[in-house]
Structures are given as C-alpha cells and as structure tokens.
C-alpha cells in the first residue's frame, strides 16, 4: 500500500470532537467529491464517491452525525482503472431538507451549486483544520518519506486552491501553485519542514512518527557521508605530502648521496623512502629514538628546506 493511501486512511478514521469542525470537514469531501441530481420526483440525490472503505465511513457518519438523514454506503469496481474500487455513499434529500444543500455550503441561496468553502465553514482554526483534512483526504497524495519529499493537492476548480493556499499560509505552511499541461492546478509543499508541519495540522500521528524517523535516519546518513569526505580529503592530503617528500628526498640523495645528508636528516629521509604509506605519528614510532607526531612534522618540514635549498644550489 502507497504512503498516500496509509496517510489518507489514517486522516479518514479520525472524527472531528466538534460539530462544527465535523461540517467542515464533511463541505470539504462532499464539494470535492460529490455529485448532486434530482429525482424524479424533484429530490436532490447527493452522491459522494470516495477512495477507500475508510473515507466512505467517515462521510456516511459524518452525515448521520450532523443531519437526520439516512445514508447508504454501496461499492463498485472503478471501471476507469482496472481493479480499484470505489465506495458510494448515496443520500436523497427531500425538497423539504434542501436546506442541508446550502448548510453544507454545496448550494448558495439562488439554487448555484458551488466548491468553495462557505465562509462559516472555515472562520475558526479548528474549522480550518478539519476542512483542510478533508480536502486532503479527497485531493491529496504525499511521496514516501524514502524519497523526494513532495506533498500535493490537485484540482480541477479555479479558485479553490487559491483559498486552500490562503488557509494553509495562516498556520505558516507554505504551498506553491502551478499548472498542469492538462489545466489541472496543482497545490504542493516540497519542504520537509512544511510537510511535517502540514502532517501535525491535520492530525495524522503515525504518518508524522514514520515520516520524522526517515528524516532523522536520512540526516544521520548525510552527516556520515559528510564525514567520509572529510577523511577521504584528509587521506588525500597526507598521500600528496607524501610524494612531495619522497621526491624531494630522492632527488636529493641522487645528487649529493645518503651520506651527504645531516645525520638528523638521513635516518627519517630512508624511512619516508622505505614506508611512503605511513603516517607521520608511524614514522615517529619507528625512529631511534622515537619522536612524537610534532617532533616528527617539525623535522620532516626541515628536511623538506633544507632539501629544496639544497636543490636550488645547482
Ligand atoms: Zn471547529
């Protein structure tokens, strides 16, 4: 199962304490995935198709929660993908409940059918909240913490992401807008930081547990990577000076032979020649008598002048 589909179904089992978070939340689906006709009868059949069994549940209880009416809950096979299924939750509302229409902020007083958020539905922060959760659970998807952070929303409505952004910029998340070549508007979050935030805001605990530990791991491995770079560059540095001295010393006793060079020099000259993979503190373990690691740096740095001196003389 995707991350999305986890996320999404997380958020589907939570109900809102509050009645009017629980409308909210219930506008959010409903106008993003609702579909509204009448019956013959001149009855307003509202349908709300939604992803998973989990979503549907919670619209179904939503509804019965809020208004006394009786929802049904069908499943079908999607014809437009092979195999997924999707969950019907089907209301009639009599002529003489058509104010639910407008409660619920689908339907404005001229009869209009409409998506946006009515503004009642979104003027407290625990409001904004639900409604938000809604419209994730109805629009949204989120990459796996694994790879490339990405969080989006999309939709077919001009304005609703505008105001989506607008609410989410309220709680400090900020999410960009672009279009697709196919027209449809795209609301997404690329920062890790704002989708965790995003994550915490609309209350799915688990999804922000899994996704904060991927985080951690993923810095840790970075800092490591950082780490080895370091040694490496170090490893590198030490090998130049090291062929730097090998040649200097080579040259060196070429033109004026082992014995030319001063006593203090000739025994660390062989040992650099004999042992060019060790470290300075190595070589200082194999002198007579041993040196320290500085004691070692200071006289291979004189040996070093000396023997350009030396070599510059010619
Ligand atoms: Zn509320």
Redesign the pocket.
Known sequence: MSFSNDVRNELARII?E?S??QK?ELSAMVALKGNLQTDPVGAYILQVEMDSAAAARKVYRLMKNLYEIQPTVSMRENRRFRKTRVYLVTVRILPEQNWILGDLGLMDQHGIIRQEPRAGHIR?N??RR?YIRGVFISRGSINRPEGTYHLEMVFSEARLPLQVQKILSRFHIEARLSERKNGLLVLYIKESEAIVDFLRLVGASSALLEFENVRIIKSVRNQVNRQVNCETANLARMVDASVRQVELIEQLIEKEGIKGLPHNFRELALLRIEHPDSTLRELGTLLDPPLSKSGVAYRMRKLEEYAQERLQDT
């Open positions: 809102p509050k009017c978070c909210a407290k625990c409001c639900a």
